[in-house]
Every structure is written in structure tokens, then in C-alpha cells.
């Protein structure tokens, strides 16, 4: 029996979708094959073994059970080969060997390549990419300068930084003159739609830049391309496999954070509205760009397609959500893996590697 410790909450925007995505794994495991430690973070970095209830995660109350709080750190010295157990009072630590870590973490400092850093230094597998493919795909800017190396279509877009030479009016003048309106305005740093707006003006356009720069000094501006939003599994291995193409109607303006996560308006469609000949397109596009982005373990890769069919690259995630109504876990079920089996390949995949 492998110790499988589950890394969840955070630092990150992305905290109570994190203790969602922890929820559905510690509930889908297969409990003769794992002993399950549940690692939270708090919002404001403290590390706790949490051995309380599953519901507590899912209600964000986990980190006021006091009694089921074990202070902990993960030890960067690969002898330990796990976590330090703190007991404040003693004065004392103990070490918890731990087999094979699930980050379920999303967004900042945990999906950038930071805790991958940190599990790479302790020499204890993880699930999903590696530091460098994390970091990378992360930071939407450098994504789509790697991907226009290969040729992947993708919206055109302006890149904006933070800093005392920022000139807001030849930001919008840029917008206005190479995308037009509306624009897409996004912090490249984040995930599940925070802190991204649609523009529609000069004054929406500048209350985007200045909501973007609230979470990112790195902001990128897309043109809104009008069109249906595909999304794809990628599972890695000795073989990577490739989902078949989900597709999502967001019913609201566009599959924003409250789309996804509170209002419960979106519909999906598995398999996607596609003819046959775009939905393998999607599929091999996919691929290559997990390949190329040197991704491991598992991503989603979503993509726009215009009402001729026409496939636009949109954004690679490498710790997709893992609740209840994510769409990569319900791919995978769809392409016959169980979510219990597709727990199984991912801890299987990060101990091979």
C-alpha cells in the first residue's frame, strides 16, 4: 500500500476550488491500494496533515478543527523523503515518509512550478508536469510565444507589464489599433477565468488592465474570437493519450469564474458538436502541444472553434479541476477510465517517472 499524501488549498484565487478538486480525489481513490494523509494549506501558508472529515473540506472549514491539525512541513532533504511532522509543545518533529504526492493545488504556488520545485528537492514523485513544463504553462505570455513556434493558430494579442514605464494610453492604442473590441483582457498568471474581463470600450478596456494587474504585473490582451470552447484531456505515460473533445456552452457572456464554479448555467457536451475531420484536429493539436511544452501526467488543453470550423488555441492547464462537474475527470470517465482508474494511472505515471 502506497502513502499517497493530497496537496490542497493554498495560497492561490483558486483555494476553495482546490478543496473541491481534494474532496473528489480523497472520495475516488481506491482505498485497498492508498493510505491517504490530506495536506491543506491554509490561505496564509501554514501546512497542516488534516485527519478530520472529507466534508469539512468541501464546506473550507477544515483549518478551524484543531484537534485534526498536525503542523507539518514537506522537507526538501531527499532522506526524509516526506514530511515533518511539528509538535510545537515538545519542541520536536518526527518524519512521515510519504511514496508519491498529489498536488491538487491550482493557480499560483502550486500549479506555477513552485511546490513542483519543492517535491523535485525532496525527491518524492508527484502527479503532473514537472517544474519547468508547470512554470510555462502557467504564464499564458509564454505559452503562446512557444506555441506560434509551432505554428499553432491562436487569437491575435498584446503583452503588458507592470511597471514605472506602463503607459495606459499606448496599452489601449495597441488594443484598439491590432484586436479591436470587444478584448479579452487576462492576467497571465492565473487560472479559472480570475481576474479576466471582456471589454467592450476604451473605459471597460482600461478597468480590465487595471483589474489584471491586481493579480499578474504580466497581462495579456486577446481578440474575441467568436466561436465554441473545446476542451481536450491529455493523460501522459509511456504512451500519451488523448481524450475525445468535450465541449462547453457557457449560457452566460463567457465561461467566467462565477460560470463555472457558482451560477451552474453552463451546459456540456461530451462528445463535442464537431464534424469528425475538427474534432481529430483538436486531438493532434493537443498532443503536440503537450509533447512540445514538455508536459507530463496530465493537462487540459482547450481550444475556440469558429462556426466554419476553424481551431484557435486558447490556454493549456496543468492541474485542471478535479470536481464533481470538471471536465477532465469526466472525460477521461467518458474515454473508459473510472476516476478511480484514472487515480491509479496518475500515481502510477509520477512513480514511473
Not at 458538436?273 to 493539436?285: C, D
Not at 508536459?295 to 464533481?324: H, K, M, Q, W
Request: overall charge negative; hydrophobic content about 40%.
Amino acid at each position: 500500500m502506497k502513502t499517497l499524501a493530497v496537496l490542497f488549498g493554498g495560497q492561490s484565487t483558486e483555494h476553495e476550488i482546490s478543496d473541491l478538486s481534494a474532496c473528489f480525489v480523497a472520495e475516488n481513490l481506491d482505498e485497498t491500494k492508498y493510505e491517504l494523509m490530506m495536506i491543506g494549506i491554509t490561505k496564509d501558508g501554514r501546512w497542516f496533515w488534516y485527519t478530520g472529515p472529507v466534508d469539512a473540506i468541501r464546506c473550507h472549514t477544515w483549518q478551524d478543527d484543531a484537534e485534526n491539525l498536525v503542523p507539518c512541513v514537506v522537507s526538501p532533504c531527499s532522506a526524509h523523503h516526506g514530511l515533518l511532522l511539528l509538535d510545537k509543545a515538545a519542541g520536536t518533529f518526527a518524519v512521515r515518509r510519504v511514496d508519491v504526492v498529489f498536488p491538487v493545488l491550482h493557480g499560483k504556488n502550486g500549479e506555477d512550478g513552485t511546490v513542483q520545485g519543492l517535491l523535485t528537492l525532496a525527491g518524492i514523485p508527484y502527479v503532473g508536469c514537472d517544474t519547468y513544463a508547470s512554470a510555462v504553462c502557467m504564464n499564458k505570455i509564454a505559452t503562446k510565444r512557444l506555441c506560434a513556434g509551432l505554428g499553432i493558430s491562436m487569437a491575435a494579442s498584446v503583452e503588458l507589464t507592470a511597471g514605472p514605464d506602463f503607459d495606459m494610453n499606448a496599452a489601449v492604442c495597441a488594443a484598439e489599433e491590432k484586436l479591436g473590441y470587444p478584448v479579452f483582457v487576462k492576467p497571465a498568471n492565473a487560472g479559472s477565468s480570475v481576474g479576466i474581463t471582456k471589454a467592450r470600450s476604451r473605459a471597460e478596456l482600461i478597468a480590465g488592465i487595471e483589474k489584471a494587474f491586481e493579480n499578474d504585473r504580466l497581462v495579456l490582451m486577446e481578440e474575441a474570437v467568436v466561436g465554441r470552447e473545446v476542451e481536450v484531456a491529455v493523460l501522459g505515460g509511456e504512451r500519451d493519450f488523448v481524450s475525445e473533445c468535450g465541449e462547453i456552452a457557457p449560457n452566460s457572456d463567457f465561461y467566467d469564474y462565477e460560470t463555472k464554479y457558482i451560477s451552474d448555467v453552463a451546459e456540456y457536451y461530451i462528445p463535442a458538436r464537431l464534424r469528425p475531420e475538427t474534432a481529430e484536429i483538436i486531438r493532434g493539436t493537443a498532443g503536440r502541444i503537450f509533447r512540445a511544452l514538455g508536459c507530463t501526467g496530465l493537462s487540459r488543453v482547450d481550444f475556440f472553434v469558429t462556426a466554419d470550423e476553424t481551431v484557435y488555441f486558447n490556454e493549456i492547464n496543468t492541474l485542471p479541476g478535479f470536481t464533481a462537474i470538471s471536465m477532465y475527470p469526466q472525460l477521461m470517465r467518458r474515454s473508459g477510465l473510472t476516476y478511480a482508474e484514472l487515480i491509479d494511472r496518475l500515481v502510477e505515471d509520477a512513480c514511473r517517472r
